[in-house]
Antibody, heavy 120, light 106 residues
């Protein structure tokens, strides 16, 4: 069964850092584009960032709101995806989803999300 | 690319035909997907590449396009379809979502 499980969320002060993890099972992470998508409380969906697959040399793309602060990376041996978040701001408070994106055409598998709260 | 969904709220009855529109500010080369999300759950893929039904999704869901206006149609609304619906363009960066359409029971 294809599954994504996020972890690492929590309460962090403004200016702080956090690393989210996404454990993939049922498929090989390196063969897929992978995205992070977030949803602020009571709001809609916002794309955060992407890492391409092995064919795309695992290159990355980011939303303007997080570029320079967030980094998407992979641990190939452990089939894990990460989102490294620095200089966190209150507006980064959201539920963060890890998402599989076959052929970059669709988000066909979503994790359950991990909640990040940025507050003093 | 901005995606403008309409309506933002829709009240309908079981058995109704429902149409949700997503207008793109520029061309997306057909790379548009639809999802629905129930409270407390992750979004679920319904349709991708404008009109391709995701495996396992009921055939009452369909997608179409006219120019840069994309449409999601539910031919006969079922109780499990009450949710919030989002479109997403995957053609160019930054990827973007529509603002959402909440479908509630009349």
């Amino acid at each position: 069964e294809v599954q994504l499980v996020e972890s690492g969320g929590g309460l962090v002060q403004p200016g702080g850092s956090l690393r989210l993890s996404c454990a993939a099972s049922g498929f090989i992470l390196r063969d897929y584009y992978m995205d992070w998508v977030r949803q602020a409380p009571g709001k809609g969906l916002e794309w955060v960032g992407r890492t391409r697959d092995r064919t795309g040399s695992y290159t990355t793309e980011y939303a303007a709101s997080v570029k320079g602060r967030f980094t998407v990376s992979r641990d190939y041996s452990e089939n894990l995806l990460y989102l490294h978040m620095n200089s966190l701001q209150t507006e980064d408070t959201a539920l963060y989803f890890c998402v599989r994106v076959p052929d970059s055409t669709r988000a066909d598998c979503w994790g359950q999300g991990t909640l990040v709260t940025v507050s003093s | 690319i901005q995606l403008t969904q309409s309506p933002s709220f829709l009240s309908a009855s079981v058995g109704d035909r429902v149409t949700i529109t997503c207008r793109a500010s520029q061309g997306v080369d057909g790379y548009l997907a639809w999802y629905h999300q129930k409270p407390g759950k992750a979004p679920k893929l319904l349709i991708y590449s404008t009109s391709t039904l995701q495996t396992g999704v009921p055939s009452r869901f369909s997608g179409s396009v006219s120019g840069t206006e994309f449409t999601l149609t539910i031919s006969s609304l079922q109780p499990e379809d009450f949710a919030t619906y989002y479109c997403q363009q995957l053609n160019s960066y930054p990827l973007t979502f529509g603002g959402g359409t909440k479908v509630e029971i009349k």
